[in-house]
């Protein structure tokens, strides 16, 4: 009985803790925003101060997504490949360092869809809408029952791609041309990236949702776990599929248009 009550005080200040770090998140990231991008910026680049008014929202969210997204990002990979225990139990294997990285990102979700409602006009995005309201949903059963803790961090990974979309836009905004050699590089990195961590995993995602439906561990999760698992599943990649494309017609427009155009100067030249 002593070790049940201590069991339980246990849980309840581990479950504390992660509402703390997820509401902590929520302000620091406004933080970010609000002072911290904005002043850094400026001392980085001056073309910063010649943006748009619009311009600067997206500018300082971007850079505060960046940030979570290198955070966020370098704690999955780490989770992956030294938490034995979630590789071993996908579904119910000690989710404590999840759960501390899925509260970040919860905090960081929660303080971007505040910007993209106050922000609508400069921001406002009906796919990011749905996109933060399917992670949070299926988020929320991670937090309060600590399930499905491999699938989590597996998701999450796809933040390791969000630095190099993010660049693309920075590059656009500043003015650099779609074929100068640094926007054509992160261009190729970019659709790489999202490829490898967003795309390319979705087999391995279904195969081990597949090795473990109709198992015990799987009956042991509740029917709206169940749900929140597969519905957000599905609805995350049909999206990443559909942005992977626009990214790859994106990059091929980039390299084809730039192959042309230098082959039309080349050809100038000797006519001249």
Request: net charge positive.
């Amino acid at each position: 009985m002593r070790n049940r009550r201590q069991g339980a005080i246990a849980m309840d200040t581990f479950s504390q803790l992660i509402f703390t770090v997820s509401m902590a998140s929520v302000f620091f990231f406004q933080w970010l925003f609000h002072s911290v991008s904005p002043w850094v910026s400026s001392h980085i680049t001056s073309g910063f101060m010649q943006l748009s008014h619009k311009q600067k929202i997206e500018w300082n969210s971007r850079a505060v997504s960046t940030l979570h997204a290198v955070v966020v990002g370098h704690l999955c990979l780490y989770i992956l490949f030294f938490d034995d225990a979630i590789s071993e139990n996908p579904v119910w294997g000690d989710p404590t360092l999840v759960k501390f990285t899925v509260s970040i990102t919860t905090g960081y979700l929660i303080s971007d869809l505040l910007l993209i409602i106050y922000y609508w006009k400069a921001i406002g995005d009906k796919c990011f809408i749905a996109h933060h309201i399917a992670v949070l949903y299926a988020y929320y059963y991670v937090l309060s029952q600590g399930i499905l803790p491999y699938f989590a961090n597996l998701r999450l990974l796809a933040e390791l791609s969000t630095p190099s979309v993010n660049q693309r836009w920075f590059f656009e905004a500043l003015g650099y041309p779609k074929s100068s050699k640094v926007n054509i590089t992160n261009g190729v990195l970019m659709a790489i990236a999202f490829f490898l961590v967003r795309v390319a995993v979705i087999p391995l995602y279904y195969s081990c949702m597949y090795s473990v439906y109709g198992t015990e561990a799987f009956y042991r999760l509740s029917w709206g776990g169940r749900s929140a698992w597969i519905f957000s599943s599905f609805c995350l990649d049909v999206m990443n599929v559909m942005w992977m494309l626009k990214i790859a017609q994106g990059c091929y427009k980039v390299l084809f248009s730039g192959r042309g155009q230098k082959l039309e100067r080349q050809v100038n030249g000797k006519v001249k």
